[in-house]
C-alpha cells in the first residue's frame, strides 16, 4: 500500500524533471561557444554568484549546462536528456531509477558538480574500491577540467592521505571506507587526526546494494579479546555426533536452529555437567548454537570458502571473497572449528554504527540505480528518500523469457549447457548468472568438457572481473558470474570502448592521474580507431540477438533477478533473457518445493522435460516476496535496536569532539570535581540526623579521590548559642566544595612544576578522552551482551525492545557517573613525568591528491613542537591505538583488517589467561565499581 501510495504524483515529478532538461538544452548553444579558458572560469563565477546570495537551485541549468559541455570536451560523451532528469533528482535529494546502460556514472558528474559549488564536499559513495579508483579518475577528467579537486578513499590510505581527498570539493569511496573514517574520527585522541570534514551531500551508488542489502549488517571497530578456543573445537566435535531431527532442529526460512531435549540431555552426558542451562554454563550454549548454525547453515564454498588455512567469506550478493570481515559472535571461530583451521581470537566492539544511521547524518542524500521501484517504501520509511523512475533514452526491446523449471539439478544445468552451445555456435554473447562458487566452478568445468571457451568472474577472480565483464558483450563471448560480480562495469556490445581505449593508454604507460595531459591528447586520437573496430563487431552481435543472460537459480530477492537480466537489452539493443530452475535450487526448497515436486511427480515427466506454468512464476514470487519481507523485518529490527545506541552515541560523540575542540578544559574538570563531591555528600547525608552520618566513611571515600584537606571534626559547632554536633548538610557540602577547589589549585601548581605551564590542561585532556573511550567501550561490551540475551524477556511477556530500551538508559546513566568519578581520580592521583614534545612526521600526499596540495588546500608541512616545550605523559593511560578489525559488508575483494600497532584489549585484572567472556565480564563489572562511593545508612 505504502509503495503505491509513493508512486502518487510520480508522472508530475518526471514531467519537472523534463522541464529541467528543456532548459538546459536551451542553454546548451551558448555555453557550446565558450573557449575552454571561458568555460572552466564558470566555476569561480558561480560560487561567486552564491557568496552572494544565490542559491543551489538558481543555479542548475547553468551548472548542468557547463558540466554537459565540460564532458563533451573531455570525454567525448553528452549526457542525454534522461541523464540531465537523473542529474536533477539526485540534486532533489530522491533515487533516480535508471535502468542498466542508461549511463549512470556519466549522471552523477552533474549533481556532483552543482553541489561541490558550495564548498563543503560531496561523497560519491560505491560499492567497491575499484569502482571509487575508477570513478575518480574517469569522471575527476570533468572536474578537474573545471578546476575542482577530486579525491579518493581507498582501503590501503594512510590517515593523512585520507585527510587530504577528504578536503578535495569531490570525494569518492566505498560505503565502508566513510563509515569507518567516521568511527575512527570519534575514536582519535587529536584534532589533527581528524580526516572528514562533515556530511553535507552524498550520492550512493547502486543506492539499492548499500542502503538496503547490506543495511542488515552494521560497521564495526574492534579490538581482540581473549577467548578460550577449546570449546569451539569441542562444540566441533560433538555436533557431529548428534543427528538432526533427533537431537536438534533446522529452520532453514529463518536461518536458525533449536536444540530438542535428547539434544540437551546428550551434551550434558558428553561434557559431564548436571544442567546445561544454569547460570555458570550459559556461555556453552553459545558454543553450541554456533557450532551447529556452523554444520546446517553455512556451507563451503557458498557461504564461506578456505584458502591457505583460513575460512573467507563469500558476500551473498556479488559472490565475492570479503577478505578481512568475520562473522561475529562467535560465530567465524565455530566455522573455523568446523573446518579445523587455526581458530583467531573473538573480537570485542570498539565502536559501531549502522549503515542506516551513518548515512542519516547527511544533510542531504540522493541515490542511483536500475533496481528501486521494489524497495520504494523501505528507502522513504527509512532515509526519506523519494524514487523517481527516469525513462529510458531509447524504448528496451529485451525478450524476458519464461522460466524453465526442471525436476532435478544436473538435468537443468545439461539444458544450460546445450543452450550456452547453441548460442556460441551462432556468435551471440552469452552471461551466465550463479548463486554460489561451487555452481560457477561446476559450469565452467562442463565448458571446457564440451569446449567452449569462456571466462570465470566469481569469489576466486575478482581482481580480473572489470576487464572481463568489458569484453563479455563481444562475439562469441561466453561469461560465468557469480551473481552480481562485474556490477558497475557496462556490458557493451562489441566492447566496452571506454574501457577498451583506457587499456591501451596505459599500456603505454599514461595515465590519467599521473600523465593527464599525455593521456587526454592520446585518448582523443585513439577513442575513434577503438570505436570503429567495436562498432563493426556490435553490428555482427545484434545480428546473432544481442547479449543473453542466463540465471541458473532464482536470487531470493527479486531485484537482484531484475539486476542480472538488466545487463542486456541496453540502450535500445536487442537482448534475451530465462531463468532455468530446479526443486534442488535453494529458493524452491525453503519455499514451497514439496507442492511443486508432487506437480512433477503428476505429470510424469523425464528429468529432461521441463515445464513452464503461471503456477511456477506465482509460487516463486511468492517466496521472494516472503524472504524480501523478512530481511525487511530484519533491517527494521537492527535499526529499532541500533535507534538506543545512535542517542547514546551522539551523547559521547559530541561530548568526545567537545574536549578535543575545547582549548581550556579547566572549566568543565572542575564541575566534574563538583559533581562527583556532590554525589557523595548526597549518597552520605540522604537518610537521617547528622548523629546519623557516617563522617568517618564519607571521608575516607573522599579521599581515595583527592587529597582532603579538612577534618569533619572542625565543620561540627561547639559555641553557646548552638547543640553539640549540629551541621547542615549544605553547609558541609560548602565546606568540601571549597577544599576540592583547593585542591585542585594545588594540584595545578604541582603539575606546572614538572611540565611548565599548561601542563594541567594537558592532563586534563588526555584523562578525560581516555576515560570517555574507555568507559564507552566497557559499556558497548556490556550492550552487546544485553541484546544477546534480550530476547529471553519475551518468555516473560516483556516486549525486548522496551526492556532493551529501559535496561540500555539506566547502565548508559551508570556509565557518566562512572565517568566523572574516574576522571577525578585520574585528574587527582595519576603520576605523570615530562617528555620532551615529540615531532610530527611529514603527512605522505598521495599521488591522485596532489592537485590539493598544489592550490594550498591542505596543510600538509611537518606540524613540529618547540625543541625546548615537553609534555606530560601520564602513567598508566595508555595512548597506544590497539590493533583494530574492521568489520561490515563489502562487495569489495580489497582488505578489510588494518592493524594500527598498539597492543590488543588486555584480560581484565584478576582473571586467568583463556578466560571465558562471563570471567571478563565480571572482572570488567568489579573494576567499574572500583571508584563508587560507599552506601551510607
Wanted: charged residues 30%; contains cysteine; glycine residues 8%.
Amino acid at each position: 500500500m505504502l509503495s503505491k501510495l509513493l508512486r502518487v504524483g510520480e508522472g508530475r515529478m518526471v514531467k519537472r524533471l523534463k522541464k529541467v532538461a528543456d532548459y538546459v538544452n536551451m542553454l546548451s548553444d551558448d555555453v557550446e561557444e565558450l573557449t575552454d579558458a571561458e568555460l572552466k572560469a564558470k566555476t569561480d563565477e558561480f560560487k561567486k554568484r552564491l557568496a552572494d546570495g544565490e542559491t543551489l537551485d538558481s543555479l542548475l541549468p547553468e551548472a548542468f549546462a557547463v558540466a554537459r559541455e565540460a564532458a563533451w570536451r573531455v570525454l567525448d560523451q553528452r549526457p542525454f536528456d534522461v541523464q540531465v532528469m537523473g542529474g536533477a533528482a539526485l540534486h532533489m535529494g530522491n533515487a533516480a531509477e535508471m535502468k542498466t546502460g542508461e549511463g549512470k556514472t556519466l549522471t552523477c558528474v552533474l549533481p556532483a558538480y552543482l553541489n561541490a559549488l558550495a564548498g563543503k564536499g560531496v561523497h560519491i559513495v560505491t560499492v567497491n574500491d575499484y569502482l571509487a579508483k575508477r570513478d575518480s579518475e574517469w569522471m575527476g577528467r570533468v572536474h578537474r577540467f573545471l578546476g575542482l579537486q577530486v579525491g579518493v578513499i581507498v582501503a590501503p590510505m594512510t590517515p593523512d592521505e585520507r585527510r587530504v581527498a577528504y578536503n578535495a570539493d569531490i570525494t569518492y569511496g566505498t560505503n565502508n571506507e566513510f563509515g569507518f573514517d567516521y568511527l575512527r574520527d570519534n575514536m582519535t585522541h587529536s584534532l589533527d587526526d581528524l580526516v572528514q570534514r562533515g556530511h553535507s551531500y552524498a550520492i550512493v551508488d547502486e543506492v539499492d546494494s548499500i542502503l538496503i542489502d547490506e543495511a542488515r549488517t552494521p560497521l564495526i571497530i574492534s579490538g581482540l579479546a581473549d577467548g578460550a578456543s577449546n570449546w569451539y573445537t569441542e562444540f566441533a566435535r560433538l555436533v557431529l555426533l548428534m543427528d538432526k531431527d533427533v537431537h536438534y532442529e533446522v529452520d532453514l526460512r529463518k536461518r536458525a536452529v533449536g536444540v530438542h531435549e535428547k539434544g540437551v540431555e546428550f551434551v550434558e552426558d558428553q561434557l559431564g555437567i548436571d544442567n546445561l542451562y544454569e547460570a555458570a554454563n550459559s556461555p556453552l550454549v553459545s558454543y553450541l548454537n554456533n557450532a551447529l548454525k556452523a554444520k546446517e547453515l553455512f556451507n563451503r564454498d557458498k557461504d564461506y570458502i578456505v584458502c591457505d588455512g583460513e575460512v573467507l567469506i563469500v558476500d551473498e550478493f556479488t559472490g565475492r571473497v570479503l577478505l578481512g570481515r568475520r562473522y561475529n559472535e562467535g560465530m567465524h571461530q565455530a566455522i573455523e572449528a568446523k573446518e579445523h583451521v587455526e581458530i583467531k581470537a573473538e573480537n570485542q566492539t570498539l565502536a559501531t554504527i549502522t549503515l542506516q544511521n551513518y548515512f542519516r547524518l547527511y544533510d542531504k542524500l540522493a541515490g542511483m540505480t536500475g533496481t528501486a521501484q521494489t524497495e520504494a517504501a523501505e528507502l522513504y520509511e527509512i532515509y526519506k528518500l523519494g524514487v523517481v523512475a527516469i525513462p529510458t533514452n531509447k524504448p528496451m526491446i529485451r525478450k524476458d523469457q519464461p522460466d524453465l523449471i526442471y525436476k532435478t539439478e544436473e538435468a537443468k544445468y545439461m539444458a544450460v549447457v546445450d543452450d550456452v552451445a547453441e548460442r556460441y555456435e551462432k556468435g551471440q554473447p552469452v552471461l551466465i548468472g550463479t548463486t554460489s562458487v561451487e555452481s560457477s566452478e561446476y559450469l565452467s568445468r562442463q565448458f571446457t568438457k564440451w569446449r567452449i571457451p569462456h571466462n570465470v568472474l566469481n569469489a576466486k577472480y575478482h581482481e580480473q572481473e572489470a576487464g572481463i565483464i568489458a569484453v563479455a558483450g563481444r562475439r562469441g563471448g561466453v561469461t560465468v558470474a557469480t551473481n552480481m560480480a562485474g556490477r558497475g562495469t557496462d556490458i557493451v556490445l562489441g566492447g566496452n570502448v571506454d574501457f577498451l581505449t583506457d587499456q591501451r593508454l596505459r599500456g603505454r604507460g599514461l595515465d590519467p592521474v599521473e600523465t593527464p595531459d599525455e593521456y587526454e591528447a592520446a585518448w582523443h586520437s585513439e577513442l575513434p580507431i577503438v570505436k570503429e573496430e567495436a562498432s563493426k563487431e556490435a553490428a555482427e552481435v545484434i545480428e546473432a540477438g544481442g547479449l543473453y543472460v542466463l540465471g541458473t537459480e532464482r536470487h531470493e530477492s527479486r531485484r537482484i533477478d531484475n539486476q542480472l537480466r538488466g545487463r542486456s537489452g541496453r540502450q535500445g539493443d536487442p537482448g534475451e533473457s530465462r531463468f532455468y530452475l530446479s526443486l534442488g535450487d535453494e529458493l524452491m526448497r525453503r519455499f514451497n518445493g514439496a507442492t511443486l515436486e508432487a506437480l512433477l511427480t503428476r505429470l510424469n515427466l523425464p528429468d529432461d522435460v521441463p515445464i513452464e506454468a503461471k503456477m511456477v512464476t506465482r509460487a516463486i514470487k511468492s517466496a521472494q516476496t516472503q524472504v524480501e519481507q523478512q530481511n525487511f523485518e530484519v533491517r527494521k529490527n537492527v535499526l529499532k535496536y541500533d535507534e538506543v545506541m545512535n542517542q547514546q552515541r551522539k551523547v559521547i560523540y559530541a561530548e568526545r569532539r567537545r574536549i578535543l575542540e575545547g582549548e581550556n578544559l579547566q572549566q568543565q574538570a572542575l564541575d566534574l570535581v563538583r559533581d562527583v563531591v556532590t554525589a557523595y555528600v548526597n549518597g552520605a547525608t540522604s537518610e537521617g540526623y547528622v548523629e546519623d552520618w557516617d563522617m568517618d566513611a564519607l571521608w575516607s571515600a573522599l579521599g581515595t579521590l583527592y587529597p582532603v584537606g579538612i577534618k569533619h571534626e572542625s565543620l561540627t559547632r561547639t559555641d553557646e548559642d548552638s547543640e553539640h554536633g549540629e551541621l547542615t548538610r549544605d553547609e558541609l557540602l560548602e565546606a568540601l566544595l571549597a577544599d576540592a577547589e583547593r585542591a585542585y589549585a594545588a594540584r595545578e601548581a604541582e603539575l606546572e612544576k614538572i611540565g611548565g605551564e599548561g601542563a594541567m590542561r594537558q592532563l586534563e585532556r588526555n584523562v578525560l578522552l581516555n576515560v570517555v573511550d574507555r568507559k564507552w567501550r566497557e559499556h558497548l561490551y556490556e550492550m552487546d551482551y544485553l541484546k544477546e540475551g534480550i530476547g529471553l524477556r519475551a518468555m516473560a511477556q516483556r516486549d525486548p525492545l522496551v526492556e532493551y530500551q529501559r535496561e540500555g538508559y539506566d547502565m548508559f546513566m551508570a556509565m557518566l557517573d562512572g565517568m566523572k568519578e574516574e576522571s577525578v581520580g585520574f585528574l587527582f592521583n595519576v603520576a605523570v613525568e615530562a617528555v620532551p614534545a615529540s615531532q610530527v612526521t611529514p603527512v605522505q600526499v598521495p599521488e591522485e591528491c596532489a592537485g590539493l596540495v598544489a592550490d594550498d588546500r591542505v596543510d600538509t608541512a611537518s606540524r613540529r613542537c618547540d625543541e625546548n616545550s615537553s609534555t606530560l605523559r601520564a602513567k598508566g593511560i595508555d595512548n597506544k591505538a590497539p590493533a583494530l578489525t574492521y568489520f561490515g559488508p563489502s562487495e569489495d575483494g580489497s582488505p578489510q583488517v588494518q592493524c594500527n600497532g598498539g597492543g590488543a584489549q588486555k584480560t581484565p585484572a584478576g582473571v586467568p589467561a583463556g578466560a571465558t567472556r562471563r570471567e571478563r565480564r565480571e572482572a570488567a563489572r568489579r573494576q567499574g565499581r572500583r571508584a563508587k562511593p560507599p552506601r551510607f545508612g
